[in-house]
């Protein structure tokens, strides 16, 4: 069959992947440019992490230093008690006189740009 020589394994791995992917598509859908960059790199800091841990794999001094780095800037980045910048007021024209002119072009079918 199509599956075939599949173990549970695997397909464990493989639907992993898939979630993984849809996780993905779901952050470059929603999420700004700014928190996908951290994210990729404490994603990065994670399995290093992990690596070291699970794998024994090298875990040097300025790998440490760079992943208290990202971990602090991303608790800057979440945690931002920055006021929100102000919303910008629209203003409408109240000249007579430009509302006189703006009908007059209305009424002869002249484009307005």
Do not use: R
Request: with cysteine.
């Amino acid at each position: 069959g199509y599956f075939g020589g599949w173990s549970v394994v695997a397909v464990i791995l493989a639907l992993l992947g898939a979630a993984g992917g849809m996780l993905v598509a779901l952050s470059i859908k929603h999420g700004d440019s700014i928190l996908k960059t951290l994210a990729t790199t404490g994603a990065i800091i994670f399995s290093a992490s992990l690596d070291h841990m699970l794998l024994g794999g090298p875990l040097t001094s300025i790998m440490c230093i760079a992943g208290v780095q990202v971990i602090i800037s991303i608790c800057n980045y979440t945690f931002d008690a920055s006021p929100p910048e102000p919303a910008l007021k629209v203003v409408t024209p109240t000249n007579q006189a430009a509302d006189e002119e703006m009908n007059a072009l209305k009424a002869n079918g002249k484009q307005i740009s």
